[in-house]
């Protein structure tokens, strides 16, 4: 279902934007090459363990090939988002390098500790030991949570930072604010399920639901914002009163 949103929101991307950037239709494209790799290789997994291995109790225990590298891929999915982020907020906020600095650090935190648990499991397959494993699958996601949090908050402050309170500004304003908390929280939801699952009942594999449909809300959340920029600058055009910090913003958010 999450990839059938991530596919109708990519065909809405590139036919009601296609004179956007190379460079956002190319990250776009990537983002939605590696989200369908992802999605492959979670299949070949399921395949494995449902056909292939049925039966075989040795084999049932490791984790497999398919699905250590689709842990890759969620980890450089979720990263590229978040960089996509930071170099949207340090334009907005005209050069804010302090900021920016956190939420990149925060992001390649949460990439190294996603590395760190491709590495382990690699070592140790064992589906028994993946709570052995439980410091970088915590620091992967409360460096994930925290840099989503940093990104939403940041967000909305430069948003209220330009509001003046005269004709629809302050609608827009509202519209651009909940679309932004919305957002964060698809991501921040799956995160805190996941990592609450993970430390609960490490052995009985309900982390995976919210692990493997991470990728799917970055994507997701990432393509919303993007896909909303018609609506927003209507209503920009519109208004009468419409200021250059208005006009910034939501051709930013492009």
Not at 150 to 166: D, E, M, N, P
Request: glycine residues 6%.
């Amino acid at each position: 279902m999450f990839y059938g949103f991530t596919l109708a929101q990519t065909w809405r991307y590139f036919r009601t934007y296609p004179k956007d950037r190379w460079s956002m239709k190319a990250l776009v494209a990537f983002l939605w090459t590696l989200d369908t790799a992802q999605l492959a290789l979670v299949a070949a997994s399921i395949y494995h363990y449902t056909i292939v291995w049925q039966g075989d109790i040795t084999m049932s225990s490791h984790v497999s090939k398919t699905f250590e590298a689709s842990m890759g891929m969620t980890s450089i999915i979720a990263f590229l988002v978040q960089l996509t982020y930071a170099h949207r907020i340090w334009r907005l906020s005209f050069g804010n390098i302090l900021v920016t600095f956190f939420i990149v650090l925060l992001a390649l935190a949460a990439l190294g500790s996603g590395g760190a648990m491709v590495v382990k499991t690699v070592r140790d397959p064992l589906w028994d030991s993946t709570h052995v494993s439980n410091l970088p699958a915590s620091s992967f996601y409360l460096s994930s949570m925290a840099c989503d949090f940093l990104i939403a908050a940041t967000q909305v402050y430069l948003f209220h930072k330009s509001r003046t309170g005269i004709g629809r500004l302050g609608g827009l304003i509202t519209r651009l604010t909940v679309l932004v908390v919305n957002v964060g929280l698809i991501t921040t939801i799956d995160v805190t399920l996941f990592l609450i699952l993970f430390l609960v009942c490490p052995h009985n594999g309900a982390f995976l639901v919210p692990y493997i449909l991470m990728s799917h809300c970055y994507l997701n959340s990432f393509l919303s914002v993007l896909n909303s920029r018609h609506e927003l600058r209507e209503l920009v055009d519109n208004d009468d009163y419409a200021c250059p910090s208005i006009y910034t913003i939501a051709s930013e958010l492009a």
